[in-house]
Structure formats: C-alpha cells, structure tokens
C-alpha cells in the first residue's frame, strides 16, 4: 500500500505521519510532498529516513491514496489531477466540502456513504467534527430542531503561525502575525475572514458543513467562532432545542454508547471536559451535560476535541482505514 502526504510539513500533515504510525495500517511505502524550499529535506517515518519531495514528483510515483493538508488552493489545483491518475484524495481544506458531488465525511456518521467511485473525499472543518459527533446520535433519538453554539478555539487552528504569534507575545518577541491583534490573555471573537452576512468564514463553514453531513439541510444552527489562547484544543458550548422532550440520563447513556464519544461529567468531582485532557487524544469528550431551564425540549453541554487529531488528521486516517478495509483502494475498485 502506497500512501502520500501533501503538506507533509505542517502542523495537520506531521501529526497525520503520527496517527498513520499508531494506527497500524499497513503503509508499504510513504510518499510526502512539501514546497518547493522543503524539497530535499528528511523526515523519519517508522525507522526509515523519508525525502521530501514536490507534489507534482509524488503524482509520478503514483500512490493508491493522497492524504491533502497543504490549504485550499493547493487542493484545487492538484486533488483532481491526484484523482483523474487513480489516485484516493482524502481532503483536509475547505476547497471541496460543500461541492455537491464531493462526500463530507465523518467515518462514525456517515462512513457507509462511500462508494468504490469516490475519488475525492472531503475532510470537515475541526469544529464541525466535534460537534457533530455529539449531534448525530442525539438527532437519531429526540430530533434535532435548533442548535446555538458557541466555539473557544485554540491557537493551533490556525497552524503554526498561530502558535508563534501567541509564543511570540509571551516572550515578548517581535513575529509574523495571524491575527490582527494581541491573542495572549485575549479573546477574538473572529476566526477566519468576516463575510458579506456578519458572519466569519468558520462560522459558515460549521453550520453549513453540520447540515451536509446529517443530511438537514434546513437544520436551524447558528454559530459564534471565538479564538482563545490555548495552544491546541477546541471547545464547544452546545444548545441544542429537540423536537420531543429530553431525559438527560439518556442522554449521558446515548453519547456514552456512541462510537468515539467519551463522556466526562461529574460536578461534585469537578469532572468536565478541558483542552488539557483531550491533548494528544483521538475521542471527542463531552459533559456538563444539563437541562435548560428555559426552555423544556432543550438542553445545554460543553464539548471539547484535540482539534488537529479528531478535528483534521485522525478523522482523515479513520477514513483512510475505512477504504481499505472496504476494498476501495484494490486497483480493480478504482475507476482509471
């Protein structure tokens, strides 16, 4: 099996190196592509010594999947060509998810939509997958009518520009800049680009993405993007309004049953979920868990995920392992 990374310097593609390594599927041959000033350099991979090269080198060796985490305009200009040579794309940017032809996929939700046809596939925004991940089943019992969240978003999501920045100011050292202003001991209720509506590109992005892949399309959500100065770790506070009255011990014993879901909820222990427990972790956790006391169908909790795991490279793998197991990567499934 002949696996690729493009972006393979990032924060997102040296974490997928690690998850790939942990997962344990068989990865015979590691191809990983960065910018043209990386070409050259080493990088170690399960004990081998691996070069980088340029995208356009790794097309030619012609791996059995791609694994994208090199931005937006990278996939646009490279996913079709990776897929048009028989090549899987699994997509970290934005550029695909909400191309009506393009599945948006969350492996525990809806991994059974993928087909032997799908050349590329798309890998939802970090904050999507968290809060999806919590949805869905909850969805599946009581119906979802409406849904308000609000994230705090680490630094991370922004790469390692993000982090430096914030590195930066608690040094006191001068340094390139992600946001246009201090984020140490601050808080910015702006992540991504503002848009035409008021809202930033993230914000759009979980809500329309949210519908995509729970297939509600006129699902009511509405979302408040905030970056916080916490290294790595996003978190979620989560409103959701059901169509049917909830009981809020099922609904612990729902998401303590789902699939990658790990429920921590216990006040009197002051148990909750934090970005400093989901570090390195590949779960999505969720407590403070409660009724709302406005309003009887509703509920309110608190949802927090290791943003470059679960949130982009450890989803892609999960879907990685997904069509091999189905048999999708054999060369006889793939459509030339």
């Known amino acids: 099996m002949k696996i690729a990374i493009i972006g393979a310097t990032g924060l997102v593609g040296r974490k997928m190196m690690q998850v790939l390594d942990e997962s344990g599927l068989p990865v015979d041959e590691l ?10 350099s080493k990088i170690t991979f399960q004990g ?11 097309l ?7 694994l994208f985490s090199a931005g937006g305009d990278i996939s646009m200009e490279w996913a079709e060509k990776f897929a048009d040579a028989g090549v899987k794309v699994i997509d ?4 695909w998810r909400m191309h009506p032809e393009i599945k948006l996929i969350v492996p525990e939700i809806n991994g059974f939509d993928l087909t032997p046809e799908d050349k590329i596939i798309a890998n939802p925004n970090c904050s999507t997958i ?10 599946e ?6 849904v308000l969240v609000s994230t705090y978003q680490s630094v991370s999501g922004s790469g390692n520009k993000g982090i430096g920045q914030m590195m930066d100011e608690r040094t006191g050292t001068e340094g390139k800049k992600a946001y246009p202003h201090t984020i140490d001991q601050n808080c910015l209720p702006h992540c991504d680009a503002f848009t035409e509506n ?5 914000e759009m992005k979980l809500m329309n993405e949210s519908r995509k892949i729970l297939k509600l399309p006129a699902l009511k959500l509405s979302a408040t993007a905030v970056r916080v100065p916490v290294q790595g770790g996003h978190s979620e506070s989560v409103n959701i309004e059901f169509e049917n009255k909830p009981d809020v011990d099922e609904i612990r014993e729902i998401l303590s049953q789902s699939a990658g879901v790990i429920v921590q909820d216990d006040p009197g222990k002051n148990l909750y979920p934090m970005p400093l427990l989901a570090k390195d972790q590949n779960e999505v956790f969720v407590g403070r868990i409660r009724a709302d006391l406005s309003n009887e169908n509703a509920i309110n909790l608190w949802i927090v995920a290791d943003n470059i795991r679960k949130g982009a490279a450890t989803n892609a793998v999960q879907i ?6 189905c048999g999708f990567l054999e060369k006889d499934q793939v459509s030339q």
């Open 320 to 325: 990685l392992g997904l069509l091999m197991h």
């Open 60 to 66: 030619n060796r012609k791996p059995d999947a791609a």
């Open 198 to 202: 008021g809202y930033t590109r993230e």
């Open 92 to 95: 970290n940017s934005s550029a």
């Open 130 to 139: 968290q809060l999806v991940m919590v949805l869905n089943p909850l969805h």
């Open 31 to 40: 191809y990983l592509a960065a910018s043209e000033r990386s070409k050259g």
């Open 141 to 146: 019992r009581y119906g979802i009518k409406r």
């Open 48 to 58: 081998r010594e691996l070069i980088l090269e340029t995208i356009g080198e790794v």
